[in-house]
Structures are given as C-alpha cells and as structure tokens.
C-alpha cells in the first residue's frame, strides 16, 4: 500500500468502501459496475481462459476516483509517518505520548470516519 495507509489501517479500523481507495491501495484490480456484473460473470462461465481479455473489457475507472483516502493520504502519512518516528525514537513504552499525535490525525481528516467510510 502506498506510503503509510497500510499501518494507518492496521491501527484506525477504517474499512475500505470506495472502489477508488480499493483500486488504489492495490487490494482491488479492476472496477466492474453492478450492472455489468451478471454479463461479465456468464461471459466468463463460458470461456474462463478469456479471464484477462474479459477483465479489460468490462472494467472501468472507479466513479469516485479520486477516493477518500487517497485525497487524505498526505495528511495520514505526516501524521502516521510522526507516529513512527515516535516510535523508533522513544519506544512502543510511551504509548501515552502518542495520543497528542492522532490527535492531531484526526482534527486534520475528521471526514474520513464521518462521511467517507460509513
């Protein structure tokens, strides 16, 4: 995943629900509409040697491109980055410390658990 969202969603529980964000932090590889589904699927039922050819034809970019967290990335990956920098320099002890910085995650990005990820 790109710079620190892996960690940032190890340690919020944010669950990925933007196709966009699936896309972009490579969980997902292609973006096929609901209603493209049920042709994509018997299209494949008949010929599954055609799977990539199928893929590339059904898929398009994802509609909420660009997604949330890809729109908040640089704020999550300064904060998160502070956090690990933290860490390195003090030890996982200081547990307490910590807080000051997600705090500050969260003041900057209060629409990711708000809006964006219902």
């Known amino acids: 995943m790109p710079g620190y969202l892996g960690l940032f969603l190890g340690l919020s529980g944010v669950r990925l629900t933007s196709p966009a964000d699936l896309l972009f932090c490579g969980i997902a590889t292609h973006y096929i509409q609901a209603e493209q589904l049920v042709a994509f699927k018997n299209d494949l039922a008949h010929d599954p040697a055609a799977a990539h050819t199928l893929l590339q034809q059904y898929s398009q970019p994802a509609p909420d491109a660009p997604g949330p967290l890809q729109r908040l990335q ?38 990711l658990h708000q809006t964006d990820h219902q």
């Open 74 to 111: 640089p704020i999550i990956d300064k904060h998160v980055g502070q956090l690990v920098q933290h860490w390195r320099q003090k030890g996982c002890e200081e547990v307490l410390e910590l807080y000051g910085l997600a705090d500050h995650l969260a003041r900057e990005a209060p629409a």
